[in-house]
């Protein structure tokens, strides 16, 4: 089988035995540093991408993909907005609803709260906050019965269990002959939920669409309405496609909106622990530059020896890229493959590594999850090792251009 000679040559001076061993160890540390950073790089992205997926699933469990509201943040004629949202095919569900703001007492204890008005049997095509109750239903926020359900942080801060009943203090207020006094409203819980996203489960209350508009006095007015599309990574083009057919005088966001500012620091982190992470592929890739021009001091002899015969420039330019280039190489394919198997299996190694040091190790009280997830992306793998791959060859290319310009006459001197 014909091989060219540069393949040939460079394949060998990889195998072959240095004279001295400091340049194979060299060369090992190259290999090994290659590895660890990517495999460090797709293992730490697979985790941030799972806790981004996690932490969005949650968010998602509570509100829907687009909303759409009034600007003075109330409308009447939301059923012939229902209407023209659907004709969009990519809708598959919608859902009104009331929010505003109050405070909930309960004996001695008060604190704040967003209640949000919702029709439980729509609700269900919009969310899956009814996925995620720990006590009663959605169903039971019946028009009329005045019941709440409440997220189970916010619940404990008020030590209230279902059953009790608590009175909510509303915004609006009423003018009597006592004078001015804040309108009160006596509900019962219903029920617990906990989605696992704090800023819901410690502040949010569920009435019925019907009672917050009595309460809020709404009349035929609602908040907004909620829309669910078929695909979540597609909902910024449904979103332009409601805005220009449909939904022109309206306010139109979709649920990434309400909480860019997370959205954008996540994604700040993972470029700059992707950059920070890069360093060690880049650190092993000088550590290819000092091997490969340490070979080229070690190899004068034989490379003179290949110019006399006739090598050109260029093949002693190859030999010495595709020399380099095989640790790159390894070194890319075993953090690759390792990487992968890292992050496919990170679940169960963690859960197996907190039964056997028999401790949590991470507090989901801080950490808003208290496993370890892990989503791997394909297309971060596959830039991940391009990127160490382009980077490896191009650190071979001035050692390599120094070994192309060895003069025959010089290294044969003194042999």
């Known amino acids: 089988m014909f091989t060219p000679i540069e393949l040939f040559i460079g394949l060998r001076?990889?195998?072959?035995?240095?004279?001295?061993?400091?340049?194979?160890?060299?060369?090992?540390?190259?290999?090994?540093?290659?590895?660890?950073?990517?495999?460090?790089?797709?293992?730490?992205?697979?985790?941030?991408?799972?806790?981004?997926?996690?932490?969005?699933?949650?968010?998602?469990?509570?509100?829907?993909?687009?909303?759409?509201?009034?600007?003075?943040?109330?409308?009447?004629?939301?059923?012939?907005v229902v209407t023209q949202v659907k004709k969009n095919p990519d809708?598959?569900?919608?859902?009104?609803?009331?929010?505003?703001?109050?405070?909930?007492?309960?004996?001695?204890?008060?604190?704040?709260?967003?209640?949000?008005?919702?029709?439980?049997?729509?609700?269900?095509?919009?969310?899956?906050?009814?996925?995620?109750?720990?006590?009663?239903?959605?169903?039971?926020?019946?028009?009329?019965?005045?019941?709440?359900?409440?997220?189970?942080?916010?619940?404990?801060?008020?030590?209230?269990?279902?059953?009790?009943?608590?009175?909510?203090?509303?915004?609006?207020?009423?003018?009597?002959?006592?004078?001015?006094?804040?309108?009160?409203?006596?509900?019962?819980?219903?029920?617990?939920?906990?989605?696992?996203?704090?800023?819901?489960?410690?502040?949010?209350?569920?009435?019925?669409?019907?009672?917050?508009?009595?309460?809020?006095?709404?009349?035929?007015?609602?908040?907004?309405?909620?829309?669910?599309?078929?695909?979540?990574?597609?909902?910024?083009?449904?979103?332009?496609?409601?805005k220009k057919d449909y939904l022109m005088n309206y306010w139109v966001k979709d649920w990434s909106y309400y909480h860019s500012n997370w959205f954008r620091a996540v994604k700040m982190e993972k470029t700059l622990i992707s950059l920070l992470l890069f360093l060690i592929i880049l650190v092993a890739a000088i550590n290819i530059v000092s091997s490969l021009i340490m070979v080229v001091t070690d190899k004068r002899s034989d490379i003179a020896i290949l110019r006399t015969l006739g090598a050109r420039t260029q093949t002693i330019t190859r030999i010495f890229i595709i020399q380099g280039s095989v640790i790159g190489v390894v070194g890319t394919i075993v953090g690759t493959l390792i990487g992968v198997v890292v992050s496919l299996n990170l679940e169960a190694m963690y859960t197996w590594l907190t039964h056997v040091l028999h401790t949590q190790l991470i507090d989901g009280s801080v950490y808003l999850i208290d496993t370890l997830p892990s989503d791997l992306h394909w297309d971060q793998v596959v830039w991940i090792s391009v990127a160490s791959m382009i980077t490896s060859i191009l650190a071979t290319i001035i050692p390599a251009r120094r070994a192309s310009k060895t003069q025959p006459a010089e290294a044969l001197r003194y042999e």
Not at 36 to 48: H, P
Request: charge should be positive.
């Open 91 to 242: 809708v598959v569900g919608t859902a009104p609803y009331i929010r505003a703001e109050g405070m909930l007492i309960y004996k001695r204890q008060v604190h704040g709260a967003m209640f949000r008005g919702v029709d439980p049997t729509l609700e269900k095509t919009v969310s899956r906050v009814a996925d995620h109750m720990l006590e009663g239903k959605l169903t039971d926020l019946e028009p009329g019965k005045f019941n709440i359900i409440l997220g189970q942080d916010l619940a404990f801060r008020l030590g209230v269990d279902v059953g009790d009943k608590v009175t909510m203090v509303t915004p609006s207020a009423n003018i009597t002959p006592a004078g001015v006094l804040p309108r009160l409203k006596r509900f019962t819980v219903s029920g617990i939920f906990k989605v696992g996203f704090y800023e819901y489960d410690s502040a949010v209350g569920l009435i019925n669409l019907d009672d917050a508009a009595r309460v809020f006095r709404m009349g035929d007015n609602v908040s907004g309405v909620q829309v669910q599309v078929k695909n979540l990574f597609d909902v910024a083009r449904v979103e332009d496609n409601l």
């Open 13 to 80: 001076y990889t195998r072959a035995k240095r004279r001295n061993g400091f340049i194979s160890f060299i060369s090992l540390v190259s290999i090994i540093g290659i590895i660890l950073g990517v495999m460090a790089l797709i293992i730490v992205l697979s985790v941030m991408n799972g806790f981004e997926k996690e932490v969005r699933d949650r968010i998602l469990s509570m509100i829907s993909h687009i909303t759409v509201s009034g600007y003075d943040g109330k409308f009447s004629d939301w059923e012939k």
